[in-house]
Nanobody, 113 residues
Framework: QLQAFGGGMVQAGGSLTLSCAAS????????VAWHRQAPGKQRELVAS???????NYGDSVKGRFIISRDDAKNTLELQMNSLTPEDTAIYYC?????????WGQGTQVTVSS
């Protein structure tokens, strides 16, 4: 199971760091990601680490967000900088490996102008 936390309200231009904690080892879950869903929009991929090493970012967050994982702590993080109101959404963490896939419960990020 995954539990996401760290969301909140921030002014435009500010930063937030989201964390996602796994209840067990993440060694068998080589692919992790953060997704987000804004009101009235489809869920979109924000950032991912594929097979433990290939990092991808959505076009709208490139250069502003940084995804990382710490397998020793079984955590996944998303550092978000230069936030804009367009980043307002519920953010979900995801981890998968083989036939296993887990989603966190979501954490709300609200960016005010």
């Amino acid at each position: 199971q995954l539990q996401a936390f760290g969301g909140g309200m921030v002014q435009a231009g500010g930063s937030l760091t989201l964390s996602c904690a796994a209840s067990g080892s993440m060694h068998s879950l080589p692919t992790v990601a953060w997704h987000r869903q804004a009101p009235g929009k489809q869920r979109e991929l924000v950032a991912s680490i594929i097979s433990g090493k290939i990092i991808n970012y959505g076009d709208s967050v490139k250069g502003r967000f940084i995804i990382s994982r710490d397998d020793a702590k079984n955590t996944l993080e998303l550092q978000m900088n230069s936030l804009t109101p367009e980043d307002t959404a519920i953010y979900y963490c995801n981890a998968q490996g083989g036939n296993l896939m887990y989603w966190g419960q979501g954490t709300q990020v609200t960016v005010s102008s």
